[in-house]
């Protein structure tokens, strides 16, 4: 069966990047493997993570409605979330990964890196990166 691993954060972006990759799996008939990875978690409060954890489980829920099938994975192991999504598809012999993207400055990419860059350039399968809706896109 083919899969299809989505880089899934709570962001506009990462919206648009679950809803094509549903979009995908209908098209393609495939597994949906959705990642969200954080460094360490003690970054982040008690309460920001159990928001996380809630809308994860939501997605999980509107995935089993949608009668895909899903399985979700929250990692917090001391990788970029570059790092996970990349490792997560090699070890599943991903056919595509979905991310989504968000406008940038050259210092901003400069100083923070991009995960999106890096997955587009290392990952060992086809990258699908989608822009979130927003002024001028449908």
């Known amino acids: ?8 954060t709570d962001t506009p972006e ?4 679950l809803a ?3 979009e995908e799996c209908r098209l393609r008939g495939a597994r949906l493997e959705v990642v969200h990875s954080r460094r360490e ?3 982040r409060d008690a309460q920001d993570i159990q928001q996380y954890v809630e809308k994860l489980e939501a997605i999980g829920r509107r995935l089993d409605h949608a009668g895909l099938e899903h399985t979700v994975h929250d990692y917090i192991q001391g990788n ?5 999504i990349i490792a997560f598809a090699g070890r599943t012999e991903a ?3 979905v991310i989504g993207l968000r406008h ?3 210092t901003g990419k400069y100083l923070l890196g991009s995960v999106a860059q890096d997955v587009l350039l290392d990952a060992g399968c086809a990258v699908l990166a989608v822009k979130a809706a927003g002024p001028g896109l449908a």
């Open 14 to 17: 990462g919206d648009a990047a």
């Open 104 to 106: 940038r400055t050259k």
């Open 1 to 8: 069966m083919t899969t299809i691993v989505v880089g899934y």
């Open 20 to 22: 094509r990759a549903v």
């Open 95 to 97: 056919d595509l990964i």
């Open 41 to 43: 978690g003690h970054e």
């Open 80 to 84: 970029t979330p570059s790092e996970d």
